[in-house]
């Protein structure tokens, strides 16, 4: 059974900046995409981030594009999840989830939560001035 586990969360304050970790238990960043996701209090978890197993293919939501960062290093079995200019909108839950490798292929396969086989448990945003 593949564990994800997320950290880096916390609190900062607005414009400020945070890097999320996603550590796998195995060896499976080139034989898995992962995915950000997040879930505020209320609201529907939303489809942040994603990249591929392979040729580093990365896609982004709108309202993260130009802030977010994703990145892996697969010798850590890390992918990271770069957050800059954090606004109070962006507080949540964020979780990352692995996939098969070819969800990155379409932006739209890879944002769809069902798609994705393993879960992190998350970790906690909060953006508050």
């Known amino acids: 059974q593949l564990q994800l ?3 880096g969360g916390g609190l900062v304050h607005p414009g400020g900046s945070l890097r999320l970790s996603c550590l796998s238990s195995r060896f499976t960043l080139p034989y898995y995409a992962i995915g950000w996701f997040r879930q505020a209090p209320g609201k ?3 489809w942040v981030s994603c990249i591929s197993n392979s040729d580093g293919t990365t896609h982004y939501s709108d309202f993260v594009k130009g802030r977010f960062t994703i990145s ?3 010798a850590k079995n890390t992918v990271y999840l770069q957050l800059n200019s954090l606004k109070p909108e962006d507080a ?3 979780y990352c989830a692995a996939g098969r490798p070819d969800i990155t292929t379409v932006q739209a396969l890879c944002s769809i939560p ?3 086989n393993y879960w992190g448990q998350g970790t906690q945003v909060t953006v508050s001035s």
């Open 5 to 7: 586990v997320e950290s």
């Open 44 to 46: 529907e978890r939303e």
């Open 72 to 74: 892996k290093d697969n």
């Open 92 to 94: 949540a839950v964020y």
């Open 114 to 116: 069902r798609e994705y």
